[in-house]
């Protein structure tokens, strides 16, 4: 496990940068962290460093995003699901394997994600400074 504190948006996309150094594209990378916490944020600059550069949003109302890079990016929301049923029926378990999963809320599905998932806690220190933990993968 490591322990970053960013002080901005483009700190918290930049180690978002370093990890996607790491990745070997079938990775399912699980954020947690409440409302506007940094969780988007991070998947813009983990996208970015895939090769993505069109712009990442959350993908709240959409649930699912689907961006290229250097791998398929699925950019998942899971704030609204509350049910295995809601989960099924997002489709999440046939993207498995065929990308780089990163969801948001995953405190939500925490129950079903795989155990080798890549976890990222974003927890607010103050309005600006973020305390990122990500276990999982080794990245400086």
């Known amino acids: 496990m490591v322990k970053f ?28 962290g409440g409302l506007g916490a940094g969780k988007t944020a991070f998947t813009r600059g983990l996208s970015e460093g895939l090769g993505f550069e069109d712009g990442v949003s959350s993908p709240t109302f959409a649930l699912v995003h689907e961006y290229e890079g250097k791998f398929p990016i699925f950019h998942f929301d899971m704030y609204r699901v509350t049910t295995y049923d809601d989960l099924y029926s997002t489709g999440f378990f046939d993207y498995i394997g065929n990308g780089i999963l990163v969801i948001e809320w995953s405190e939500n599905i925490e129950g079903v994600l795989p155990n080798d998932a890549i976890r990222i806690t974003i927890k607010p220190l103050s309005e600006n400074e973020r305390e990122i933990t990500i276990s999982g993968v080794d990245i400086e």
């Open 5 to 32: 504190i960013s002080s901005s948006a483009s700190e918290t996309e930049n180690i978002g940068k370093k990890l996607a150094k790491k990745l070997k594209g079938t990775e399912v990378i699980a954020l947690f």
